[in-house]
């Protein structure tokens, strides 16, 4: 691969590694105010998924040039099954 396409593609993921620490630092801020772990599962989870989608939707078209919008499509499917599994949990506790 050409040191230009690796430039795009880090571009391309730059935003889903900021949407990691801004999950991960509100995991961290949500367990020291010692909430339920279901619910910050449930939540971080929702956040996580609307993240990667909102990322997905905007470089949808430069994804599918690159040919990894499948990466994302999975990411998305896998976070938003384990979400509604996580929502169903606290709304049957």
Do not use: Q
């Not at 010692?34 to 905007?58: E, H, M, N, Q, R």
């Not at 994804?63 to 996580?86: A, D, E, P, Q, Y």
């Amino acid at each position: 691969m050409k040191t230009g396409k690796l430039t795009v593609l880090a571009a391309l993921f730059y935003p889903l590694v900021l949407s990691n620490l801004a999950v991960g630092f509100l995991a961290f801020v949500m367990i020291l105010a010692k909430l339920d772990p279901l619910f910050i599962s449930t939540a971080i989870l929702w956040f996580y998924f609307t993240c990667v989608t909102s990322i997905y939707l905007v470089s949808e078209r430069a994804l599918k040039t690159f040919g990894v919008h499948r990466i994302f499509l999975c990411l998305m499917l896998v976070i938003g099954t384990l979400s509604i599994i996580s929502t169903l949990l606290l709304l049957l506790r």
